[in-house]
């Protein structure tokens, strides 16, 4: 029991990587508020949680006012809060952009697997509106500013807590498919960095998480060839599952990591070595 009798916030907990982190943050005897944009999905990880243990509360982390009245709700029912997890995010924001890139996908990943010479060009930058960029950086890097901010708060009032943030290898190393999505990883990375020098006085640990592929709904948009690529590329030969994820996160987030604050953990499964 990694975490008992410690309160967590798991972002985007809905699916994929941050219901596996609710799930096994419960299992280690937290308690859990699910947050997720949809109110369905957030209800269907909490019914899998044992009665009593976990709570959903639906708000878009892009929205500040949304993240401040979740939080003022954890205060009024929950308590405090010991564990953030900022997790909510988006692989594509919709629309033609999306339809551009994907519309690209087949012709380059086939070329790249067959060595042939590159001719279909990405040129994702070059058409990209301001909306698409704007949604992109609101959810992963405004999100991850406004609940740390209001966690805080509250972590402050008791100089202990632990807040780990899911950026990517995308913000390790880039993303030709998504420039924005990279843009906005690799900025979860610089503020999890300065806001752990930040607050370490008070004993707040900040860390980060960079994922490699893993088989998540977030991927279901894809053509089935990006998938052959990411196995290709990964060095393990596969995809990794949201539970790996999710022992990652626990790590960061329990007293075993108590002097880890200021880092980035990849399980990725060999795909980048840095
Ligand atoms: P997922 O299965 O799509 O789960 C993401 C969840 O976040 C969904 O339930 C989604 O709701 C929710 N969400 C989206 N926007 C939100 C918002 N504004 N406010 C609150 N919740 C919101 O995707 P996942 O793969 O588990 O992704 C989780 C995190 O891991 C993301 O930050 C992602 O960028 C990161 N990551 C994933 C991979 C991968 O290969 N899967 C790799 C590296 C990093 P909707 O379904 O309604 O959008």
Redesign the pocket.
Known sequence: MKLEGKIALV?????????AIALRFAAEGARVVV????KD?AERTVAAIPAGQARAIV????DSAQVRAMFEEVDGTVGGLDVLVN?????DVGGPDRDRALGKVEARVGEMLSGRPVTAHWDITQAMSDETWRRMLA??LD?TFYCTREALRRMSRVNRGAIVS?????GLVGMELAPH?GAA?AGILGFTRSVAREVASRGIRVNAV??????????DPLPPLVRTLAQRQTPLGR??S?EE?AAAVLFLASDEASFVTGQWLSPNGGLVTI
């Open positions: 972002t985007g907990a809905g699916s994929g990587i941050g219901r947050n997720d944009v949809r999905t708000a878009d982390v892009a997790n909510a995010g988006i692989g959810v992963h999100g899911i950026s990517s290898v995308a999505y990883k960079c994922p490699g592929w893993i088989d998540t709904p977030l991927l995809l990794g949201p994820i």
